[in-house]
């Protein structure tokens, strides 16, 4: 599998999303699909306070797992390993959990249960508007200071508010935000399930183009829109995706990946995590598998390049 600069680090083009495990996905399968994941080369492990059961939110579930795989196969330092706090509660997903007691106690449990003293990327699942952006960051700056993470990094962010926040970090010497984690795939997402996400739009895009900075792609592959649809048919698609994903614009953006794949041989959902692997700024797509050999078809992937002209061909963001 590829990799590209981050920082000091040489990091895969794909890392492994683990938002089901502990959850949908019990520890036994979790750890065959990191076995299979590092069996690739990759090392971009992604993973946050809330993830394991949403249904249930008990919190750590995922980071446990991560963090017993990691001390069983002696790899911590060979693992990019990024995790996220400041999740509102689910029942209230407006709540600000962004005080500085709020930023510092995730990340102690995080460390606690990931067992290491670091994380190398430490984001924030939510903004606060209201909130001060230069309080956040001295609370952002303070961890890196303190050793418990490398870099720091935020999500569902608006570009206007991260530019902000590196400028008060410019003015006042404090550690910038390095990487911006929102929705971003090839298909256009409505966003009727989470409004509070944020996905890639126009201004977001110019900002990265702009800036240079690094984008990690969360729902990377659409929930499996594009690859479901070119194997099994519209009458296979979800409630869900037909929500979230179907629209005469993404149908018509299938028949051009189907284009490229007769031009390159690339699978579709190859076709789809290249797209994003080749934007004018790096990015990382997160991707999600609940089988052994949907880890191993990354393979491809990992080292598919488009030209410009092909990707410009399937979808421009701006």
């Not at 895969?12 to 089901?20: C, D, F, L, N, W």
């Amino acid at each position: 599998m590829r990799k590209q600069a981050l920082g000091n680090d040489e990091v895969s083009v794909i890392g492994m999303g683990t938002a089901e495990f502990g959850g949908r996905h019990p520890e036994g399968l979790a750890r065959d699909l990191l076995d299979a994941y590092v069996s690739l080369g990759g090392n971009l492990v992604d993973t946050a306070r809330v993830y394991g059961d949403f249904a249930t939110p008990r919190n750590g579930e995922s980071e446990k797992i991560v963090g017993r795989w990691m001390e069983d196969r002696g790899n911590r330092r060979e693992i990019f390993l990024s995790t996220k706090g400041g999740h509102p509660p689910f029942h209230d997903m407006h709540r600000s959990r962004l005080s500085p007691e709020e930023i510092r106690g995730d990340m102690a449990a995080s460390l606690e249960d990931l067992r290491t003293g670091y994380v190398d990327i430490y984001f924030l699942h939510r903004d606060d508007p209201s909130r001060p952006v230069g309080g956040i960051m001295e609370t952002l700056h303070g961890l890196v200071e303190d050793g418990y993470t490398r870099m720091i990094g935020v999500s569902n962010w608006a570009p206007a508010r991260i530019r902000e926040a590196n400028d008060y970090a410019e003015a006042h010497g404090l550690t910038r935000l390095s990487v911006n984690q929102p929705q971003f795939s090839l298909a256009q997402q409505r966003f009727f399930l989470d409004p509070t996400t944020r996905g890639m739009d126009a201004e977001t895009w110019r900002m990265h183009r702009e800036t240079g900075m690094a984008c990690f792609c969360f729902s990377s592959q659409a929930h499996g829109y594009f690859t479901r649809l070119d194997t099994r048919g519209d009458g296979t698609l979800t409630d869900n995706l037909r929500r979230e994903f179907d629209c005469p614009e993404n149908r018509a953006v299938l028949e051009r990946i189907r284009a490229v794949s007769g031009e390159t041989g690339l699978s579709v959902g190859s076709i789809a995590l290249a797209w994003l692997t080749g934007q004018p700024f790096p990015t990382f797509p997160l991707v999600g598998a609940s089988k052994v050999e949907h880890v191993l078809a990354l393979r491809e992937a990992g080292d598919a390049v488009l030209t410009d002209a092909q990707r410009d061909l399937l979808r421009t963001v701006v």
